[in-house]
């Protein structure tokens, strides 16, 4: 997990604005996620790619819009729709499914802590 | 889809002394079974994984078990130090389903001197 980035570490945005929060990656590989941590909430999905220029929604996409231009990087978007964003934002990448090895481990980078002020 | 439910959300243990965090999962097609360690303000960390084609699995003071049948699985953290202290979070996913994986709401875990 080492091989996966993320910036910035804090991010303060002011209602209305949108802001984007950088994931990159070094391992190769090809399946991306981001999720979202609240207080005792655990760790929700927001949108995964398994493959470039391919994402599908996870469970909270509302709000939230992402790219898959190159597989190291997977950029998320949050809107001025997203009614409540303050949390803090995990980005994971793994081996797609099918692949030898352990395909279905996640690594995650070291988080964007996002605060609307 | 996969619904996650971790239990306690709170567990406080003496050192030494063995912990155990339990979930159980909705989806019968779920495969992988892996286990998080996050400590404040750090990003998650796999500790252990199963896969459904067995039922437990050990890493020396970590185990985990699996009851397909039941759809439930447990952490088991022995002879306990303080350095375990965080919030461990279970996870489910598929393979078939875009190996998306469903948290449990985490357990926070304090190791008491």
């Known amino acids: 997990d080492g091989g996966i980035t993320q910036s910035p570490k804090y991010l303060f945005r002011k209602e209305g604005q949108n802001v984007t929060l950088s994931c990159e990656q070094n391992?190769?590989?090809?399946?991306m996620y981001w999720y979202r941590q609240d207080p005792g909430q655990g760790l929700r999905l927001i949108y995964y790619?398994?493959?470039?220029?391919?994402?599908q929604k996870g469970d909270i996409a509302e709000g939230y819009s992402v790219s898959r231009e190159k597989k190291e990087s997977f950029p998320l978007t949050v809107t001025s729709a997203q009614k409540n964003p303050t949390a803090f934002y995990l980005c994971?990448?793994?081996?797609?499914?099918?692949?030898?090895?352990?395909?279905?481990?996640?690594?995650f980078g070291p988080g964007t802590r996002l605060t609307v002020l | 889809g996969e619904n996650v439910e971790q239990h306690p959300s709170t567990l406080s243990v003496q050192e030494g002394d063995s912990a155990v965090i339990k979930c159980t999962y909705s989806?019968?097609?779920?495969?992988?079974f892996p286990w998080y360690k996050q400590e404040l303000g750090k990003r998650p960390q796999l500790i252990i994984d199963?896969?459904?084609?067995?039922g437990e699995k050990k890493d020396q003071r970590i185990a985990v078990t699996l009851n397909k049948t039941a759809k439930h699985f447990s952490l088991h953290i022995t002879e306990t130090q303080p350095e375990d202290s965080a919030v461990y979070f279970c996870?489910?996913?598929?393979?078939?389903?875009?190996?998306?994986?469903?948290f449990g709401t985490g357990t926070q875990l304090k190791v008491e001197l």
């Open positions: 994971a990448s793994s081996i797609s499914p099918g692949t030898s090895g352990r395909y279905n481990e996640q690594f």
């Open positions: 391992l190769n590989h090809d399946a």
């Open positions: 790619s398994q493959i470039v220029n391919d994402f």
């Open positions: 989806d019968s097609a779920s495969n992988y």
């Open positions: 199963i896969r459904s084609n067995v």
């Open positions: 996870a489910a996913s598929t393979t078939g389903g875009g190996n998306k994986l469903t």
